[in-house]
């Protein structure tokens, strides 16, 4: 027999947010293992937020000495060395991922702000340590030479750790930015990165940015949620040369709660069933006409405002995960919602034999 199989997207990621729970080495490479037992071929690591930050940088050691003490709800909080790092990202290579590391800027900065106060603009009130779960309140300044220093060491440090193609800078939800400010810093930013040698990934946000948008758009508003006009930038931005990741929180984000019933997660885009996980095209949920290969793949965000150990990670997990695993390898046209149920369930059986929890949904039919 001979079989010839491929995947449809090349890039088939799963994201995990350390910053707002800080999570072990161990516990990460747990996390990578399960990728690779899915074929998924990227992992996005959210170093920063506004609750920590997780990576050490040389000559900013107030980043960790600092912003690295806190998380949600309290605690000790933590971050990774330079070997810690390096360990992990070996450790994803020997198993074909690749890290895509990602800093958070110029929203979500909060972290950043409590360790080097200069980074705010002046009459900004002081930052200080951060526990809970809002979002958009922060920005570090766009106005002042010495934040592009800054993001310009941040990412010198994160591209010389780094194999992989590709720096993540964030760009979403920076509420408190004039669209002026904001598309000078994400443009300025997403040259600092390439300037390094890498390619700048970006929130579908930065969309607004025009020529010289980031190399990648993570597509995560839900359609239900979508900004007026952000579609037609996303095709702006695409014949200006970006791909897209899509990663819609209405169908890919896995931090969100399955039904009602579901005990850790958020819900603010909406129950998310291991069917709708399954059952979508990312080609066609934008609902605007792409150029062919426009999409690069898909991406399956971990974020983390109630997750703290391995076990709520795999909860919230599985059984989602390879039904986005399958979306990013197969075309819509061959996928059957039935016929996959069925597959699904037997998985059960391997998880088990793991050790891994997962969530007994109602529309898979375990055995």
């Known amino acids: ?24 080495v161990p516990a990460v490479e747990r996390y990578i293992d399960l990728l690779a037992q899915y074929k998924f071929d990227y992992l996005r690591l959210h170093l920063s937020d506004d609750q920590g930050w997780r990576i050490a940088v040389p000559g900013l050691p107030a980043l960790t000495g600092i912003g690295a003490s806190t998380q949600v709800g309290g605690g000790a909080g933590g971050f990774y060395t330079d070997a810690e790092y390096r360990q992990l990202v070996a450790y994803a290579a020997a198993r074909f991922i690749t890290v895509v590391p990602e800093v958070d800027l110029p929203g979500h900065s909060n972290a950043a702000l409590t360790a080097y106060p200069g980074l705010a603009c002046p009459g900004d009130a002081k930052a200080q340590p951060y526990t809970g779960t809002d979002v958009g309140f922060s920005r570090v300044c766009t106005g002042k030479e010495s934040t592009y220093t800054f993001v310009d060491q941040v990412v010198g ?7 992989g193609p590709y720096i993540g800078i964030g760009g979403d939800e920076a509420k408190t930015l004039s669209a002026a ?5 994400m ?14 990934l970006a929130w579908d946000d930065a969309a607004s940015v025009g ?18 006009g952000l579609d037609a930038q996303i095709g702006t931005a695409v014949k200006d040369g970006s791909k897209l ?5 209405d169908r890919a984000y896995l931090d969100q709660k399955y039904d009602a019933t579901t005990q850790l997660g958020l819900q603010w885009a909406g129950f ?17 006409s792409l150029p062919a290969g426009a999409v690069a793949g898909v991406e399956a965000p971990m974020w983390s405002e109630t997750l703290r150990s391995t076990d709520d990670l795999s909860t919230m997990l599985l059984p989602r995960l ?7 390898w197969t075309p819509a046209a061959e996928r059957y919602w039935d016929e996959f149920q069925q597959r699904l369930a037997d998985q059960a059986q391997y998880w088990q034999a793991q050790g891994l929890p997962f969530t007994r949904t109602t529309d898979v039919p375990w055995k």
């Open 1 to 24: 027999m001979a079989i010839t199989d491929q995947p449809r997207y090349g890039y088939r990621g799963g994201g995990l947010d350390v910053s707002r729970h800080f999570f072990t």
């Open 157 to 163: 440090a994160l591209a010389a750790m780094t194999p």
């Open 181 to 185: 400010d904001y598309t000078h810093f």
């Open 187 to 200: 443009a300025r930013a997403a040259a600092l990165v390439r300037q390094h040698g890498k390619q700048p």
């Open 211 to 228: 020529k010289g948008s980031p190399t990648l758009l993570g597509v995560w508003h839900p359609a239900s949620q979508q900004p007026p």
């Open 245 to 249: 990741v899509m990663e819609p929180a």
């Open 272 to 288: 998310v069933s291991v069917q709708k996980s399954y059952s979508w095209d990312p080609d066609t949920y934008l609902g605007i």
């Open 322 to 328: 390879p039904a986005l695993a399958e979306v990013g």
